[in-house]
T-cell receptor, first 111, second 115 residues
Framework: RKEVEQDPGPFNVPEGATVAFNCTYS??????FFWYRQDCRKEPKLLMS???SGNEDGRFTAQLNRASQYISLLIRDSKLSDSATYLC????????????FGTGTKLQVIP | GAVVSQHPSWVICKSGTSVKIECRSL??????MFWYRQFPKQSLMLMAT?????????EQGVEKDKFLINHASLTLSTLTVTSAHPEDSSFYIC???????????FGPGTRLTVL
């Protein structure tokens, strides 16, 4: 099983829609997770961190389900500017501060 | 937040040449930096961990003699792709860890094209 797995998509949703992505992880000992956003040909930018209590920031909500070993990202009221690839990131057991990236889920918000 | 820069942002070179990419932490010191590679439509893959004052540690499958890493100071790590070939064409990104657990600050990336 891969350390981090994501549905690559693409998810094509209309403006204003609510969309959710899941990401499964294999290391049950992992404590912290992250969602990054990556625009085409750019570096990843941190969107949200996810700990046991989940996290909400405006239209974005991230949650952690330890029992099923997945994290989710919910985007409400999608904007055209939300179109990007969303990368799930989990700690890498191979060393301090090392992380593993998922392959990313591509979101396309359609007018 | 903390800023990490990379230079150059893009480079085109002929097969067989060597290319050096610099990664700098601009307003903080980084004893550790990470180098990633991203092929089209794939995720970031960790290549190596750069350690200030000691040898870099490489991930499985990454040739240390081909990808030379030098972490000469607390703010600078360099990645040299030696004898580059077209299959080395990729997006190379460095990052430096922040204070928070698994927090990472990414450079803007370097797009390498080997002809």
């Amino acid at each position: 099983r891969k350390e981090v797995e994501q549905d690559p998509g693409p998810f094509n949703v209309p403006e204003g829609a609510t969309v959710a992505f899941n990401c499964t992880y294999s290391n049950s000992a992992s404590q912290s997770f992250f969602w990054y956003r990556q625009d085409c040909r750019k570096e990843p930018k941190l969107l949200m961190s996810v700990y046991s209590s989940g996290n909400e920031d405006g239209r974005f909500t991230a949650q952690l389900n330890r029992a099923s070993q997945y994290i989710s990202l919910l985007i409400r009221d999608s904007k055209l500017s939300d179109s990007a690839t969303y990368l799930c990131v989990a700690p890498n057991s191979g060393g301090y501060q090392k992380v593993t990236f998922g392959t990313g889920t591509k979101l396309q918000v359609i007018p | 937040g903390a800023v990490v820069s990379q230079h150059p942002s893009w480079v085109i070179c002929k097969s067989g040449t060597s290319v050096k990419i610099e990664c700098r932490s601009l307003d903080f010191q980084a004893t550790t930096m990470f180098w990633y590679r991203q092929f089209p439509k794939q995720s970031l893959m960790l290549m190596a961990t750069s350690n200030e004052g000691s040898k870099a540690t490489y991930e499985q499958g990454v040739e240390k003699d081909k990808f030379l890493i030098n972490h000469a100071s607390l703010t600078l790590s360099t990645l040299t792709v030696t004898s580059a070939h077209p299959e080395d064409s990729s997006f190379y990104i460095c990052s430096a860890p922040g204070q928070g657990m698994n927090e990472q600050f990414f450079g803007p990336g370097t797009r390498l094209t080997v002809l």
